[in-house]
């Protein structure tokens, strides 16, 4: 079974600076996608970005990028130009494909968070 | 207006009390999953429906039952609430066609008393 890791259960970061969130995960298969999800106090679960691991180039979205590491195993969400609309709990998240007994799907496994705090 | 709704978003309970979420989409998606957050905590997959016919059990699902009324409609039931089943439910959705994205609903906050 896949795990998600997520080492750094707070962070903060000044306005405008860059933050880097950190996720590590195991498995076994080859292709995979791995997605960030942003949790604010609204309780929304908001996509934020997804890498799709047969690419080599890491995903952008704004000020939001990762840094995929495949052979290490390593995703990290990287925030530049902090605001305080950022100050969320991230989850990184892998998704398996898997098959049932009349379909296949596909399963999403989520890291415990880490709470990012903005600081004005 | 919202894709995915929940309902109710907050519900406080007693113990050994039967309760009801339900879960209601727009977004024609075939599949629809039931999720648990506790505190400091990740989701975890409690069910899992790919269509109407077909609905499978996830990593959590003992204490909960669920029902696919029709393909916009997912309830999750907890038949004799317990306390440790305080938590915030979600409920989500993806598309067959696009299986990489799930959609979530704004959660309900379950407090079993």
């Known amino acids: 079974a896949q795990t998600v890791t997520q080492s750094q259960p707070e962070m903060s970061v000044q306005e405008a600076e860059t933050v880097t969130l950190s996720c590590t995960y195991d498995?076994?298969?080859?292709?995979?996608?791995l997605f960030w999800y942003k949790q604010p106090p609204s309780r929304q679960m908001i996509l934020v970005i997804r890498?799709?691991?047969?690419?080599?180039q890491n995903a952008t979205e704004n000020r939001f990028s990762v840094n995929f590491q495949k052979a290490a195993k390593s995703f990290s969400l990287k925030i530049s130009d902090s605001q305080l609309g950022d100050a969320a709990m991230y989850f990184c998240a892998y998704r398996s494909w898997f098959t049932t007994r009349y379909n296949a799907g596909n399963m999403l496994t989520f890291g415990g968070g880490t709470r990012l705090m903005v600081k004005p | 207006d919202a894709d995915v709704t929940q309902t109710p978003r907050n519900r406080i309970t007693k113990t050994g009390k039967r309760i009801m979420l339900e879960c209601s989409q727009t977004k024609g998606h075939d599949r629809m999953y039931w999720y648990r957050q506790d505190p400091g905590l990740g989701l975890q997959l409690i069910y899992y429906?790919?269509?109407?016919?077909?609905?499978n059990k996830g990593e959590i699902s003992d204490g909960y039952s669920v029902s696919r009324q029709a393909q916009a409609k997912f309830s999750l039931s907890l038949e004799s609430a317990i306390p440790n089943q305080t938590a915030l439910y979600f409920c989500?959705?993806?598309?067959?066609?696009?299986?990489?994205?799930?959609?979530f609903g704004p959660g309900t906050r379950l407090t079993v008393l």
């Open positions: 498995t076994s298969e080859s292709d995979y996608y």
């Open positions: 989500a959705t993806s598309d067959s066609g696009r299986p990489n994205e799930q959609f």
């Open positions: 429906s790919f269509d109407v016919k077909d609905i």
């Open positions: 890498q799709e691991a047969y690419k080599q």
